[in-house]
């Protein structure tokens, strides 16, 4: 917490707004809107709201095909599944390990050559990295199907100076606890086109229609954010940019402390057209070594009470998901049993980074 949002949670019990919507809602979505160059908000009660009506605003239904990213957390996908259509998955490049444009477009002509062109396209910008957009976006383009933009952890990223989140025909953010920004809960639906916001809300607020008595013509979802949480986005937006530079110093120190490491890479910026808020600093163990090894490294960092975690199992390999049809070329599952993210709380102080890098440099042996 900044400090900054106590003063709006306490206008909500001031005024009595504590139920969902109000005034901080309002203000919220136009703080984001503003940061995200004018494109519209709705903000919502989870990012995973976000992209089922995303998929619902584009025709999702019964039958069709999704493609989505394979490396990712299961929240991008369960959203198709919920609506009876079928996500097909699509593995990493390596420069950004985001969705692969060339695998991407395999994938695309085999479906239509089994008669089931694609209804949308759902990428993730892993850990803050952003995709190679103007690759996703020319094969979107050609074959004439949406992009939902999966920028849950992305938010203060930026490809060629633009905004992550409002490259698709809808972007979703994600305000969980874990993220650059919190509301405790929530995420919200981005759009450069108004009505895709506005009937967003709609859906989200149980599809009431604009009468004095309760008429539903359409299914809702009770996907609004609370006034009181969008009281802590508030506060919140007031120190996204000090988030970002925070994630990027802490990265930037890793990067320094850990640079003599054989066999240790760090998930990076392409080239100078990627701008990544590092939400989580991500490594490779290259080496297949015994000893030194993610799996290693995080059990001996546990012992010393700091917590390390595997990167995303991807969704090919997940149980739930194994029959789904996977378009791959090793890079997820490369990712995967190579890889871990490293503690990167924006408020992770230098001392703790030192004893971090001395675990890690324990376990290789090297002092």
């Known amino acids: 917490m900044s400090g900054l949002e106590e003063k709006y949670i306490r206008e909500a019990f001031e005024t009595n707004w504590i139920a969902p919507l109000g005034p901080n809602v309002d203000k919220f979505e136009l703080a984001l809107s503003r940061y995200l160059e004018g494109n519209h908000v709705a903000a919502l009660s989870s990012g995973t709201a976000a992209i089922h009506l995303a998929l619902i605003l584009l025709g999702i239904g019964q039958g069709d095909e999704v493609i989505a990213s394979d490396f990712t957390f299961t929240a991008t996908v369960n959203p198709v599944v919920y609506l009876g259509a079928m996500p097909v998955f699509i593995d990493s490049e390596i420069d950004t390990w985001n969705m692969d444009p060339e695998l991407l477009e395999t994938a695309i002509l085999d479906r239509i050559k089994n008669h089931k062109k694609p209804k949308a ?31 849950a952890e992305a938010l203060g990223s930026k490809y060629k100076g633009r905004c992550c989140g409002t490259f698709g025909e809808m972007g979703i953010l994600s305000f969980n606890g874990n993220k650059i920004i919190t509301t405790s809960g929530g995420g919200a639906l981005v759009s450069g086109n108004q009505d895709h916001t506005v009937r967003a809300r709609f859906l989200a607020s149980q599809a009431k229609e604009n009468t004095l008595h309760f008429e539903h013509l359409h299914i809702g979802y009770n996907y609004r954010m609370s006034n009181v949480l969008a009281g802590i986005g508030r506060g919140q937006m007031e120190v ?8 990027r110093y802490i990265n930037g ?26 939400w989580l600093t991500s490594v490779l163990l290259h080496e297949r070594d015994e000893i030194f090894n993610a799996d290693a490294v995080i059990r001996s960092l546990g012992k010393e009470n700091i917590d390390c975690r595997p990167l995303m199992k991807p969704m090919h390999m997940q149980p739930v998901f194994k029959d789904y049809p996977s378009y791959l070329n090793g890079n997820s599952e490369y990712f995967f049993t190579n890889g871990l993210c490293l503690p990167s709380g924006s408020n992770l102080p230098d001392g703790d980074i030192g004893r971090i890098v001395a675990g890690i440099r324990s376990v290789r042996g090297i002092k």
């Open 121 to 151: 396209i759902i990428f993730v910008e892993i850990y803050g990295m952003p995709a190679n957009m103007e690759a996703l976006h020319a094969i979107s383009s050609k074959y004439d199907i949406p992009l939902i933009e999966d920028a």
């Open 240 to 247: 996204l940019d000090q988030r970002v530079t925070a994630h």
């Open 253 to 278: 120190r890793y990067r320094e402390l850990l640079s003599d490491i054989p066999g240790l890479t760090f998930q990076s910026e392409p080239d100078e057209h990627y701008f990544s808020n590092f």
